[in-house]
Every structure is written in structure tokens, then in C-alpha cells.
């Protein structure tokens, strides 16, 4: 007997994650500015369906007219297409919307817009979403744009156009989902370039394959802010043997520098290596471009790439600013919210844009401002007030005293400086620069002397920015407050400008760390290697930038933290493929390949993986047990050539995720029932779900009170059914229980068609009702009709009384379930179960629609085995562990394994067992 598997993922020590298996040949995204990817719609590297939907490809479609047909002569079009009203999915379509992925080599980071040139047969077809590595993105879900129209659209429903971010270049997977059925996909341009627009068929498909030419710049093409230390590499290209490397400041000449003729920007003529580290130390604020030539059977000319150095100076954030006094809506901090500003940093002369003093405010006026941190302050800019009338009114600050503090009691002096008055015009830019000479502050406070009029007392400010020099340490890596650090990690960060050392304070008690009472270590390189950390620990430390030259002589960070990783894997299954040698199958060793247990790892057919069930990234195992036959039960083995130590970096924990899936049909007690099913409803002209019953004859009734039932989806049902035969179009009446839609009456009134239901007239009682909740369903003739209870004695009569349905004398009556998602089971648990009228035979179940996985109770085990042959196996605490239908995180401490003997530094081989080896029981048998 072969049933549906256990599924296991993420085998790990403590807790697990899954990584991100690329395709072997991916589309390759274009270098150039416009940074285009362009494929063609069936030209797909998968396709997922469901049990209802699909993407089909197609020549043409109902109502397509285009003259020159599809790009490629084939699009894929969304099937089958509903008539009425369409079947739509808005949420949730990662997990459970057929899709199409694109494999995509992307060398460029950042925005990407997503155009697509497709057909909408009608307003109810006309819709896709797309994704990117599998995840729903907010700003490119809900495309629309091609109703009854063949056009290029990147719009989307929310406002603006259609794009993701790329964040690392290298292999990513580009998903296409199903929004409405009917709608045709065919051909997709991806681009950097937000002024770019595809015409007609749009550019030729991307070509598959690692392009000969070098990609994936580090740093990224048209960064900014890039350390002036900075180290260029790149993604050669497959077929390079050398790298001539071309750098320097002026963009012409490196664009058309060759060896002949280099131009003074060939800097590395057939280099080994695939990075290039600048001879000296760049300069600030500079522009640089660089170009990679890789040389082999042919040289093959890369793109121009450019980054820009860190700024000068940098502008404190954050700011926090206090008056002495301010009008109504005009308050301080006006003047550091970058209100009235425009982006040339231009001022407008809104004067709920600034601060104004109060009226008769106490003298002398200031303003005040805080930081966030201490700064090495290079200057401020001013903006004065500056509403139309200034010229009259003269409020703008004029002389004015300048003071700072690192304590915000103490205070110095900087200077007293006239601030010109404001232009009384829009887009007025700074009127005075103050040179702050490099000071160290966390406050300034403005104080005007007077102001611009001389007649009111009364002064007021546009903008105040200030601008300081980098010299504490910043940018830590990892990031601070980083979770998931490997235990092997090498601690960086942006060293100060002026820092000619750098001392490391580094420990797991955040206090000694921030007192400098911590562990400490001085540094040339702004890097710091730690240690062996341990798993699932949280680690402090801060840096301390020293230059004995320079006052003051010690910059500090802020303290950083960041998490480790609280798991080492054991396998994760990402890693098998379906090629030979790399099948899951072949590393964890089953019955049938050994005859000596009922297991089967994998499927018998490609994928051998499990692909959908899974608990994170790509892939589960699939584990068929079948324990009718000796021995009885069935397992799975890894083996290692050398022994593994599960305990180094502190693990303590072995963590196993699995899921079975839940007994099909049961009668815990007498006139009880629990059921399983999944599905994806009992609606439209096919039903999917599973259905226990038996014969009515003539009339009668079935009354079950629904005791719980697992929220799949609001639409999940749990029902008593009247039904005229097991097609999945037959005709129906039932009234159902839901998580979250109450109690609802539907039926299907014409065998193949679609199903109807009592929404225009349901309600608000019944469709506020919650589960447990009693139902009833009669038969009187022709006529169908419905009832709910809260207490199984006074009933109340649906709304939609009677149905007439002319079934046959004889049919099928009993309890409904389906989950309403295909890609979930669900569980209903029935009570009180009684029947009025000839009503004969025992319970029957059948699977209306697609075939729904069960499993037969069985208890599930793990064995470890040492390098000296010593073994311990441990049991999970459920003895119907097959039976859990929703992932489960099972720990187990590697002290039950140590204290068997077992040297959980030495592990050399793991099993994983379905029933039991000391006392083994036919029969059990599943998936």
C-alpha cells in the first residue's frame, strides 16, 4: 500500500531555515543603463498548478484581434477561464495561486520595473500578480492595465507602476501568478530604467546562460557614499582566463581605453585575480568609473561602471529642536523637518514652513537644538525667515550668538555672526554657512541679538542644517541587532575618518561593554575576528576610534549587538536536485532501495522532492511508510564518512520539523465523526472535498452539531449534505459551518453547473454564527431545507427555504468537509450525529475531486549512531505522530542521546523511523 508521505524538513541542531537552489541556466539581465531582462511568457523554467487552475499556453484567445499575434506565436493564458464573474485570487497567492518562475542572472541591484505585454479578455480577466524568490510583493501585486486590450502595462491597482528591488545581483527566481483566470501572459521586460517603455513585441529575449562578459560589480554600478579604501571585484565571466582592468575619473576614457592605447586608466593588464584594490586611497566626493575586459579564447569588452566616494561631509539626522517660544502651527520644529524645502534645496515662503517666536514671549528669543549622538561638526546653513512680507516685517534672525555643548549644560561660545535677511521669494536658498571648525557638540543654541525690522519683538527661522565629519565608528557588520550571525563571523565596521587605531570591546554583558570594562583588543584593520561563537547567543561590543593626534583623541560607536544563529544545519534537503547522483534518494537510504524496511524516500518520478508541502525554502522530504508487510517498519538513513560533531559551538538540541497528515475518516464515539479533507471548495460546476455517508430513501433528516473545525480559510467548511451522486458536479444542497463566514446554505441546481448560495438573503445572525454550532439538514420531496441551532432544541429556519431539487428517490446523505485551500488539510470534528427516515448502510467515505492524502497512526523515531557503532533511538511523544497535519517542531536534547553512551561528537550515521523496530505492528501505513 502506498500513501501519502511524512514530510520532513530542515533537519538541524536547535532551530532551522532553508536556503535557495538556482537554476543551472538562467536568462541573463543586460549591463547596460537600461538594465533590461526580456522573456518570453512559455518560455518558463516551471510551472505550478492547483487542482483548479493552470497556465496553458496559447495561439490566440476570445477576442484577441491583434494583427500580428503573440510574441513568439504563443502566449500562456490563466485556464480555464470561469464565465460567471471569474474566479479571482487577491491573497495568498504565494502559497496557493498557479504560477510560472523565471529563472533571472540579475548584475544589477536596486529599483526594477516590471512591464508586461498581455491581453485581458474581459474586466474579469484581465489581472496577474508578480513576485520575486517566491514572496508576495506590495508594489507589484494587483497588475492591471489590458482590459480587452493587447498592450504593454506596468500599472498596478495601488497607484504606482509595477517594480521590486533587487538587493544582491546573482540568481534570482521571477514568479508570475495567477490573479484572474482568462488573463494571457505574454512576454515580460524587466528594467532599471524608470523612463524606459517596450513597444510593439519589445527588445529580442534575453539570451540564457553566464554571459561572457564580467558582471556583478562590487561596488554596485552608480553607488554612492563608497569608502574611500574601497576594494573593486566582480563576476567574471565563464570563459575568462585574465582581467584587464580599466580605472579612472573620467568616463570617455575608460570607455575607450584598449591596450594599443590606454589612456592612463589601465591599471591591471591580464590580472589572475577578479578584484582590484586602488594603489592609494581615494579622494572624497569624487566620481570614479571602471571597466573589466576578460580576456580568454577572445577579449571580451565589459560595461562602464561607476561609483561616487563618501561626501565631505554628512548631514545629522534626527535632529530635535527647542525654542524659547513659538506661534500657534509655527514651531521649532519647522526648522529641521524640511518643510518648505524643495529637492535644489530651495525654501518657499509658506510661513507654516518655519518658526516664528510668540508675541509677547519672554527675551532674549532662541532656538536649540539637539543631536543624537556627539558630532565633529563641520559647519551649519541657515535658512532665514522668509514669508512674503519679510521685507516689511524684518523677523528673520540678524545678529546672532552661536553656542555649543557636548552635556547641554555647560556651553561655549563659537561666534556671533550676522544671518543675511531672506529674499522674501520662493525657492530661496541658504543665506549663511557657519563654520563650526570642526568642534565636538550634541547642542546648539541660536540667540538673536535682533532681528531684521528692529521694531517687533519677534524672530523667526526657514531651516537649520548641520553638517559633520565621519570620525566615529559606524556601519557595523553584521548590523546591529543583526539575528541569524554565523558562529564563524569576522566583525567590520566603517572606521572613523581620523582613526589611526582602533580598539574592539567585545562580550555577552551589554553593561561591560558600554562601561569599557569588557574584553578589549587593539586593531589596526577596522575588522575583528572573535572566536568561535556560540549558537544562539546574543554579543555585544562597541569600537573605540583612537588618534592620540587629533582632539579630542577618541571617537566611540554607540554599543552594537547582534544574535548568532541558533541552529547548525544537518540537512535542509535544499540541496538535491533531480540529476543523477544528487537525488534525494541516493544520500538518505530507503527500504525499497534496501529491501530491509516498507520506506520510500522521494517520489518515484521527478520532482523527487516535495516541492509544495514544504516548511521553508524549496524543498521537504517526502517519507512513504508501509509497515502491512515484515518488517514491519520503515525507515530512512544518512550516512558521513567521517564522524560529525553535533555539539561543537554549544548545541545542545536536535530539532527535526516534520508534518503527516490526518486520518481521513474516524468515529472517535458513538455518533461522533472526525474527518479530514482538503480541496479547494464545493462551489462553482466541480466540487473538491470529502464526503461520509449513506442512503437516504424517500424522506428524512440529518442533524450534527459541528464541535470544531481547522481554520484553512474562512471559507472552510464543515456541512451536512444531501447529494444526488459522487461526480464532482452532481447536484447538492447543504448547509455548512465556517471559520469565518457562520453558517451558509449552498446547493447546485443543475448537475455541471455552477453552485449557488443564500448570500443575497443570509443574515447578519447566521453569518455572525460561530463553531461549535448545531445544523440540520431535511428532505420533504422536492423540497431542501436548512436549519442552525446553538443548542440542538430550538432551531431556527434558513433563510433560503426551501430549495427544490427533483433528486431521485434514492440518495446520498451525510457530513461534508473541504478546507477550501488546496494547499492544506483541514479537520472537522462532528457530535450528536442522528438520522430521521429510511436511512441504510454503514458510514462509506469517498474523495470527491483530486485525491486527498491520509495517513494511518504510527509513532515516529530517530536513531543516532556514533563512529564506535553505539546507537540510541528516541521516540516522539505522540504515538500518532503521522497524524500531525500541520508542521511540527520536534527538539530533542542531545543529552538523550549522551546519555545512552552515544558521542554526539562522532555521529556518523542518522535514521529516520515510521512504527517501531523493538515492537513492530502490521498495518500502519502512509505518507
Not at 223 to 241: E, F, H, I, K, N
Request: hydrophobic content about 35%; charged content about 15%.
Amino acid at each position: 500500500m502506498r500513501g501519502t508521505p511524512l514530510h520532513l524538513t530542515c533537519l538541524l541542531l536547535c532551530l532551522g531555515l532553508a536556503s535557495f537552489v538556482a537554476a543551472a541556466e538562467p536568462f541573463q539581465q543586460d549591463g547596460g543603463p537600461d538594465g533590461l531582462v526580456c522573456v518570453e511568457a512559455e518560455h518558463y523554467d516551471n510551472k505550478v498548478e492547483t487542482t483548479t487552475n493552470t497556465w496553458s499556453p496559447v495561439t490566440t484567445a476570445a477576442g484577441f484581434t491583434a494583427a500580428e499575434g503573440f510574441s513568439g506565436g504563443q502566449a500562456m493564458q490563466s485556464m480555464p477561464n470561469t464565465s460567471a464573474g471569474g474566479k479571482t485570487i487577491k491573497t495568498g497567492y504565494a502559497a496557493s495561486g498557479p504560477h510560472l518562475d523565471f529563472q533571472i542572472n540579475f548584475v544589477k541591484t536596486g529599483t526594477h520595473y516590471v512591464w508586461i505585454l498581455g491581453f485581458g479578455i474581459d474586466g474579469n480577466g484581465d489581472s496577474a500578480h508578480a513576485g520575486l524568490d517566491g514572496k508576495e510583493i506590495a508594489t507589484c501585486d494587483n497588475m492591471s492595465g489590458w482590459q480587452v486590450a493587447y498592450n504593454w502595462s506596468r500599472t498596478t491597482m495601488d497607484g504606482p507602476p509595477s517594480s521590486f528591488e533587487i538587493t544582491e545581483p546573482g540568481v534570482h527566481t521571477l514568479n508570475i501568478y495567477m490573479r484572474e483566470d482568462g488573463m494571457v501572459f505574454d512576454k515580460i521586460v524587466l528594467t532599471t530604467n524608470d523612463a524606459y517603455t517596450p513597444t510593439g513585441h519589445g527588445p529580442a529575449e534575453s539570451a540564457r546562460g553566464i554571459p561572457d562578459y564580467a558582471t556583478g560589480p562590487v561596488p554596485a554600478d552608480l553607488a554612492t557614499d563608497v569608502r574611500r579604501d574601497v576594494s573593486l571585484s566582480w563576476t567574471p565571466g565563464p570563459s575568462a582566463t585574465a582581467h584587464d582592468v580599466y580605472f579612472g575619473t573620467v568616463q570617455a576614457d575608460v570607455a575607450a581605453a584598449t591596450r594599443a592605447n590606454p589612456l592612463g586608466v589601465l591599471v591591471g593588464q591580464a590580472q589572475d585575480a577578479n578584484s582590484y584594490q586602488p594603489s592609494a586611497r581615494l579622494e572624497l566626493e569624487t566620481t570614479y568609473y571602471w571597466r573589466i575586459d576578460e580576456v580568454g579564447p577572445a577579449t571580451v569588452k565589459g560595461y562602464v561602471w561607476s561609483f561616487t566616494t563618501e561626501p565631505l561631509t554628512y548631514r545629522v539626522t534626527g535632529v530635535t529642536a527647542t525654542a524659547s517660544s513659538f506661534e500657534a502651527g509655527m514651531g521649532p520644529e519647522n526648522t529641521v523637518n524640511n518643510s518648505g524645502m524643495n529637492a535644489a534645496g530651495g525654501h518657499s515662503t509658506a510661513n507654516d514652513a518655519m518658526w516664528l517666536s510668540g508675541k509677547a514671549a519672554p527675551q532674549p528669543a532662541w532656538i536649540q537644538y539637539q543631536f543624537d549622538q556627539v558630532y565633529k561638526l563641520s559647519e551649519m546653513r541657515v535658512w532665514n525667515y522668509n514669508v512674503l512680507f519679510e521685507g516689511v516685517l524684518g523677523f528673520g534672525f540678524k545678529d546672532t550668538l552661536v553656542e555649543y555643548s557636548q552635556d547641554g549644560v555647560a556651553w561655549t561660545t563659537l561666534t556671533e555672526t550676522e544671518i543675511p535677511q531672506a529674499p522674501a521669494q520662493e525657492n530661496y536658498t541658504a543665506a549663511a554657512i557657519v563654520d563650526f571648525t570642526g568642534v565636538s557638540a550634541r547642542y546648539v543654541r541660536l540667540t538673536a541679538r535682533n532681528n531684521w525690522g528692529g521694531l517687533t519683538p519677534q524672530f523667526g527661522l526657514g531651516e537649520v542644517r548641520f553638517y559633520y565629519v565621519p570620525v566615529s565608528p559606524r556601519e557595523p557588520q553584521p548590523a546591529s541587532g543583526a539575528a541569524g550571525v554565523q558562529v564563524d563571523a569576522t566583525l567590520g565596521w566603517r572606521p572613523g575618518r581620523e582613526a589611526g587605531s582602533h580598539e574592539v570591546y567585545f562580550g555577552t554583558n551589554q553593561q561591560a561593554v558600554a562601561n569599557g570594562t569588557a574584553s578589549m583588543q587593539t586593531v589596526v584593520a577596522p575588522e575583528f575576528d572573535p572566536g568561535p561563537l556560540t549558537l544562539g547567543t546574543t554579543y555585544y561590543w562597541k569600537v573605540a576610534e583612537v588618534n592620540q593626534a587629533e582632539t579630542p583623541a577618541v571617537w566611540q560607536s554607540s554599543v552594537w549587538s547582534f544574535t548568532t544563529k541558533p541552529y547548525v544545519t544537518v540537512d535542509d534537503f535544499e540541496g538535491y536536485t533531480d540529476d543523477e547522483g544528487s537525488r534525494i534518494y541516493q544520500t538518505w537510504i530507503d527500504g525499497l532501495t534496501t529491501q530491509a524496511s516498507g520506506s520510500t524516500v522521494g517520489y518515484i518520478d521527478a520532482p523527487f522532492a516535495e516541492r509544495t508541502i514544504v516548511h521553508g525554502g524549496r524543498q521537504a522530504m517526502p517519507f512513504a511508510y508501509n509497515n502491512v508487510a515484515a518488517p514491519h517498519y520503515s525507515e530512512g538513513d544518512r550516512e558521513w564518512d567521517s564522524g560529525q560533531d553535533w555539539t561543537a559551538n554549544g548545541a545542545d538540541t536536535l530539532t527535526l520539523f516534520f508534518r503527516g497528515n490526518p486520518v481521513g475518516f474516524a468515529e472517535p464515539a458513538p455518533g461522533s465523526v472526525k474527518m479530514s479533507a482538503g480541496g479547494a471548495d464545493i462551489w462553482n460546476s466541480a466540487d473538491e472535498f470529502r464526503f461520509a455517508f449513506k442512503q437516504l430513501s424517500g424522506n428524512g433528516t440529518l442533524v450534527a452539531k459541528v464541535e470544531s473545525l481547522d481554520n484553512t480559510n474562512e471559507w472552510a467548511k464543515a456541512g451536512v449534505m444531501i447529494r444526488e451522486d459522487l461526480s464532482a458536479g452532481s447536484r447538492f444542497a447543504a448547509v455548512y459551518a465556517t471559520p469565518g463566514q457562520g453558517v451558509r446554505y449552498q446547493g447546485r441546481l443543475v448537475s455541471l453547473g455552477a453552485a449557488t448560495s443564500d448570500t443575497a438573503v443570509a443574515t447578519d445572525e447566521q453569518k455572525a454564527l460561530k463553531i461549535p454550532v448545531w445544523i440540520k439538514i431535511e428532505r420533504s420531496g422536492a423540497n431542501i431545507n436548512c436549519f442552525y441551532s446553538s443548542d440542538g432544541a430550538k432551531w431556527t429556519s434558513m433563510t433560503w427555504n426551501p430549495q427544490s431539487i427533483n433528486f431521485t428517490s434514492t440518495v446520498y446523505i451525510g457530513l461534508s468537509v473541504t478546507s477550501h485551500n488546496a494547499a492544506a488539510m483541514t479537520t472537522a470534528l462532528y457530535s450528536n450525529i442522528s438520522f430521521t427516515g429510511t436511512v441504510t448502510g454503514d458510514w462509506s467515505v469517498a474523495t470527491i475531486g483530486p485525491a486527498q492524502p491520509t495517513n494511518d497512526a504510527a509513532p515516529l523515531y530517530v536513531t543516532v549512531k556514533d563512529g564506535a557503532g553505539k546507537s540510541k533511538t528516541v521516540v516522539h511523544p505522540d504515538p500518532a505522530a503521522t497524524l500531525l497535519s500541520t508542521w511540527q517542531e520536534w527538539r530533542i536534547p542531545l543529552s538523550e542521546f549522551t546519555a545512552a553512551g552515544v558521542k554526539m561528537n562522532n555521529v556518523r550515521k542518522l535514521t529516520i523511523g515510521v512504527g517501531s523496530r523493538t515492537s513492530p505492528t502490521p498495518g500502519p501505513a502512509g505518507l
